[in-house]
Structures are given as structure tokens and as C-alpha cells.
């Protein structure tokens, strides 16, 4: 659709969500991520080239169940070049997931 956001290629970015997201280790320095490992997925584990975040959000926080994470988008390389990912800290357990990879 033409709404969609296109590289001047006319390639698409989208971001492919893993269900459920994969448990990460993620060790920070100065505040930002830093390197991840991710014992699901083997091929996340790396230094963090680069990375952008975090976005903050929240939601249910009337409710016992609510939820608020910091979400990033990083990249990490690989042996088959660069890849992008989208890592979320959960604020409330602390614990790192990484949701998804963008194709």
C-alpha cells in the first residue's frame, strides 16, 4: 500500500515478532546495551553494534497484572552479515527478551 514506509530500493522493513519472545542476557555500559546472548536463539549473541531507545511503555497499571518495558531496536553482528532486532527490558521483572527481528 502506498503507506507503506519504503527504502528507496522499494524494499519493505518489517519486524517479525517471535512468539513467545526469546529470554536474553544483555550487559550495558554507560546506560545502553551493550551485548546480548540468547540461549534460544543462538545466533543472537554478540557485541551491539549500534542501537536506538529506549522507548518506554506501559499499560494495565490499574490493573494487578500490569505491564512497563523499555524497548530498543539494536543491531548485532553476524556471521552472515548485520542483523536488527527489537529488545525489550521488562521494567517490573527486570528480565531482557529479545521480541523480534526485522526482515
Known amino acids: 500500500p502506498p503507506s507503506c ?16 519472545p526469546a529470554f ?17 536463539r ?8 549500534w542501537g536506538a531507545g529506549p522507548w518506554r511503555s506501559s499499560g494495565d497499571w490499574w490493573e494487578r497484572e500490569g505491564w512497563s518495558r523499555d524497548e530498543w531496536d ?3 553482528q553476524q556471521e552472515s552479515g548485520i542483523a536488527l532486532y527489537r529488545l ?15 526482515d
Open 5 to 20: 514506509p519504503q527504502s528507496k530500493d522499494g524494499m519493505v522493513t518489517a519486524l517479525r515478532i517471535f512468539r513467545p
Open 24 to 40: 536474553a542476557t544483555v550487559s550495558m555500559r554507560d546506560g545502553v546495551p551493550a551485548r546480548i546472548t540468547c540461549p534460544k
Open 42 to 49: 543462538k545466533q543472537i549473541d554478540g557485541e551491539i553494534l
Open 74 to 76: 539494536i543491531a548485532v
Open 88 to 102: 525489550v527490558r521488562d521494567l517490573l521483572s527486570g528480565r531482557w527478551f529479545v521480541e523480534g527481528t526485522y
